[in-house]
């Protein structure tokens, strides 16, 4: 009988860690809660998901070629093809948590959001700079961000938003390659001990819920 060996490695903050076994997807019982900063881990851990495309409309990319690589590209592609094959644009949107789209930018939910209604505004081009985005882009964005400031005080009465574009990996940003408008409401004491030692955030609604309740103020 083989001797089970398990090899310590050691994490950012070199803590030592225990390797995750053969076919174990998660090496630390954090990782089962919710941590939105390990989403490239995760997701490094599923060689079948294919990046933006939730599973309902997994019929797209009809082959390979079609992947676009992209979070957010992946995700509208996934949309417009579900659309042409017969879905309902509601039905679409809904699953991809796509709360409206307008011209040349489109707003969904943060599938790992900071604080409830955590939406990003996202141009359909995919630029890394805003400096690169088209005037009539960037005029929408800030529109946008304007709709986004009264839908979310609206729904979630907060005591203010964050608003924040993240340039590239050093700043921060997941998603490097495709600019995206961060706006979330944020509450007095929203950040707690869970925060701060577990580096795991608690949210009260599953993002269904977040998404119904988005999408009426953005239509108006
Ligand atoms: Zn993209």
Same mark, same amino acid.
């Given at each position: 009988m083989q001797p089970v060996v398990r090899r310590t490695s050691r994490n950012e903050n070199n803590l030592p860690v225990r390797d995750a076994a053969p076919g174990q997807r998660y090496t630390r019982p954090m990782d089962r809660l919710w941590t939105p900063w390990r989403y490239s881990y995760i997701t490094r851990a599923d060689p079948q998901a294919r990046t933006g495309v939730p599973a309902e409309l997994?019929?797209?990319?009809p082959s390979d070629a079609d992947d676009r690589h992209c979070i957010f590209c992946n995700m509208i592609a996934a949309v417009d093809y579900a659309i042409a094959q017969g879905m309902p644009r509601e039905t679409a949107e809904m699953a991809? !948590?796509?709360?409206? /789209?307008?011209?040349?930018?489109f707003v969904c939910l943060n599938a790992y959001p900071y604080s409830t209604g955590h939406v990003m505004i996202v141009p359909y081009q995919h630029v890394a700079s805003l400096a690169a985005l088209p005037t009539?882009?960037?005029?929408?964005?800030i529109l946008l961000a304007q709709r986004a400031e009264l839908a979310l005080r609206e729904v979630y009465k907060p005591g203010g938003l964050n608003m924040g574009l993240n340039l590239g990996e050093a700043a921060g940003a997941g998603i490097a390659d495709?600019?995206?408008? !961060?706006?979330?409401? /944020?509450?007095?004491?929203?950040?707690?001990?869970?925060?701060?030692?577990?580096?795991?955030?608690?949210?009260p609604e599953p993002l269904d819920v977040t998404w119904a309740k988005l999408r009426p103020p953005f239509k108006n």
């Open positions: 997994n019929a797209w990319p991809a !948590h796509i709360v409206y /789209r307008g011209q040349s930018c009539e882009a960037a005029e929408e964005l495709h600019i995206h408008l !961060h706006v979330l409401p /944020r509450w007095l004491g929203d950040t707690n001990f869970m925060t701060v030692t577990a580096e795991t955030r608690v949210l």
